[in-house]
């Protein structure tokens, strides 16, 4: 590990960390929690929703409920997951009693900074495309990057088809593979990758991707053990982490 950084919010980039010097990388970005900040809530919004849909749709008294939901996220990383695996639930209805119910309207709103980074990022030579990766379904997906105001950046999306059997998601190896072929067959070598999530981080880390940034919440601790190649502790820190690919930098070969 690096030393330690002189503020316990600086970023950190870990022992044998690679500098991002090719010139046809493709970055992927996680959604929630990771292009706006874990301070607006919408996670805990979004629990009470899921936490509805056990006592309502299961029959549970909330006790149990809870006990159930945290269950199924610990062992597939996705609540969802172990409702269609063990109650046949209607996916599509769980979206939309779910996901599709948050209030981001009231939450969201266009983020300037973040798109700044993002189109700069989009320029570089050395950036071949920026995709979305996320564990939610396509319709939550877009609609949070509308509201960012950063859903013209990207160049296309990973999501978890809930309508899909066997249902596939991070931290799933398949789950990177699907990523990496409909983001047009990119390598592992030339794949970057942020997620505020320990477990995706540590996956990708492990199949080889060549950069995995953890973004950690600021009023979260920094792991012990690193999950990847970097830490941030903010989605702007891209910038600093990876200077390289917001320097000037040789044209891609046409």
Request: net charge neutral.
């Given at each position: 590990m690096s030393a330690a950084p002189?503020?316990?919010?600086?970023?950190?980039?870990?022992?044998?960390?690679?500098?991002?010097?090719?010139?046809?990388?493709?970055?992927?970005?996680d959604i929630d929690n990771c292009l706006y900040k874990k301070s607006s809530d919408i996670h805990g919004m979004m629990q009470k929703l899921i936490h509805k849909y056990f006592v309502t749709h299961l029959q549970l008294d909330d006790e149990s409920a809870e006990y159930l939901h945290q269950q199924y996220y610990r062992d597939y990383g996705l609540a969802i997951e172990g409702l269609v695996r063990f109650h046949n639930i209607d996916a599509m209805e769980y979206n939309h009693e779910v996901d599709d119910a948050l209030p981001l309207e009231d939450v969201l709103k266009p983020?300037?900074?973040?798109?700044?980074?993002?189109?700069?990022?989009?320029?570089?030579?050395?950036?071949?495309?920026?995709?979305?990766?996320?564990?939610?379904?396509?319709?939550?997906?877009l609609r949070v990057v509308k509201l960012l105001g950063i859903d013209d950046i990207f160049d296309g999306i990973t999501y978890c088809n809930y309508a899909k059997r066997p249902m596939l998601c991070?931290?799933?190896?398949?789950?990177?593979?699907?990523?990496?072929?409909?983001?047009?067959?990119?390598?592992?070598?030339?794949?970057?990758?942020?997620d505020d999530s320990y477990i995706n981080i540590k996956a990708a880390h492990r199949l080889g991707w060549h950069t995995s940034i953890h973004y950690v919440d600021p009023a979260d601790p920094v792991p012990e053990k690193p999950a990847g190649t970097h830490v941030i502790r903010d989605i702007l820190d891209i910038e600093r982490v990876l200077p390289e690919l917001f320097e000037a930098a040789p044209q891609k070969h046409q």
């Open positions: 002189s503020s316990l919010l600086e970023p950190i980039a870990y022992e044998g960390t690679k500098p991002a010097s090719g010139d046809d990388y493709t970055f992927f970005f983020d300037p900074e973040l798109r700044a980074m993002l189109l700069k990022l989009k320029a570089s030579p050395r950036i071949k495309k920026l995709w979305l990766f996320t564990n939610a379904y396509k319709t939550h997906g991070k931290p799933m190896d398949d789950m990177f593979a699907i990523a990496r072929r409909e983001a047009g067959n990119v390598p592992v070598e030339d794949c970057l990758y942020v």
